[in-house]
């Protein structure tokens, strides 16, 4: 899962940098051609207690993996380039970053390629 992760915050890096600083309007169809690692992703945190988290705690973190999804949703169906940055940058992202890599600078292929 770690694997994937990584790949998929590199992922997401690249459509929010370059929505950002190259002005590419393309997010959304960049967004949706993510969906089967998103669905992968967020089907592993819902699946189980991966945190070991008490139940109280892992029935909010799940609402809140939830709540990405139908923004993630929301956004593909409405075409929302907006809505779309946002939820890639400020929900997918934050899921990602449990993992420790807010400040991962390398692409996939460790060189700093995506």
Known sequence: MEALAKELLFQINDICIRRHYLKQTDTVER???????????????LEGNVFCLEETEQAGFQNYVLQ???????????????????????GLRELLNIFGWEGAKEGPDGKGNF
Request: proline share 0%.
């Open 31 to 45: 967004g949706i051609g993510l969906s089967g690692q998103i669905r992968q992703f967020t089907s592993a945190l």
């Open 68 to 90: 990405v999804l139908e923004d993630y949703i929301e956004a593909s169906v409405q075409r929302d380039m907006v809505l779309m940055a946002d939820v890639l940058d400020y």
